[in-house]
């Protein structure tokens, strides 16, 4: 059953639709850089924080990927908005493959970041949403960092990093469980040859959550994707190299 998820929007009302949805652990704010050369370029930006996130309420769980994937449909229709762009990054790229299969006619295309058809390390996943119940999101946020980012940009950037880690620390304990355990078993492969929408997937190089393997396994998946390897970034390579990552997602929105 969907929520009703934060959002924000900024740009023309009558712009072109962007939907942009958060990794595991942020919020909407970790599509902050996109923002202005998104409006700037005329399109009407709208970005949410996932169920469990930031100031969305948190369910109980579990979660499936079909939860998440009909709160965005439902936020799209609580803006009337009949088809949109959708980015998404890690397990916001995971919704937008969902979207692709499942609500074609809503999604005019795809930019997948730094995500996968299938994350694997079920254990792991398990075992950090039992570590976030009991100890809290404290505990894990440091290391989260670190695979957000590469050393360099955090000795480079320790406000930022600090805004980040706090970010990730003061997501709700359970609602990062949930999504964990919704990653847990998560398998998206069957769905990539279904998906028409236009697709471009980006893989961050130095991303050790997911690296581009994952992305190309996804872009061999999908008929026709574009899959491009952005250099000198990690997870969160929106955020890290904003710059090409930017570029990249409008070159794609402008040409679909």
């Known amino acids: 059953m969907s929520i009703e998820v934060h959002h924000a929007v900024d740009g023309p ?9 958060n990794s595991i652990g942020s919020t909407l704010h970790m599509w902050d850089p996109q ?20 100031r969305s309420p ?18 799209m229709d ?8 959708f980015v998404g990054l890690s397990l916001g790229g995971m919704t937008g493959i969902w979207l692709g299969e499942n ?10 970041c730094c995500t996968s058809a299938q994350p694997g390390n079920t254990q792991m996943w398990l075992d950090r949403a039992k570590t976030v119940r009991a100890e809290g999101m404290t505990e894990i946020a440091a290391a989260s960092i670190r695979r957000w980012f590469t050393q360099d940009w955090i000795d480079a950037n320790p406000g930022q990093a600090a805004t980040m ?3 990730t620390a003061t997501t709700p304990a359970e609602g990062y469980a949930a999504c964990c355990e919704l990653l847990a078993d998560l398998d998206l492969v069957p769905a990539l040859p279904k998906i028409t929408a236009p697709a471009l997937v980006i893989s961050a190089a130095e991303d050790k959550a997911l ?5 190309r396994v996804i872009a061999d998946g999908i008929h026709g994707a574009r899959f491009e390897v952005v250099e000198h970034a ?10 090409p990552f930017t570029q990249l997602i409008l070159e794609h929105l402008e040409g679909a």
Do not use: C, W
């Open 35 to 54: 923002v202005k050369p998104l409006v700037d370029n005329g399109f009407r930006v709208i970005r949410y924080d996932t169920r469990g996130h930031g």
């Open 165 to 167: 880690r706090e970010m």
């Open 234 to 243: 990690a997870h969160l390579g929106s955020y890290e190299q904003a710059g």
């Open 13 to 21: 009302a009558d712009g072109p639709a962007v939907v942009l949805s």
């Open 78 to 85: 609580r803006l009337e908005v009949p088809a949109a762009h």
């Open 211 to 215: 690296p581009p393997d994952h992305g």
């Open 58 to 75: 948190v369910p109980s769980g579990p979660y499936g990927i079909d939860d998440v994937g009909e709160d965005v449909l439902a936020l």
């Open 103 to 112: 609500a074609p006619d809503r999604v005019r295309d795809l930019v997948l």
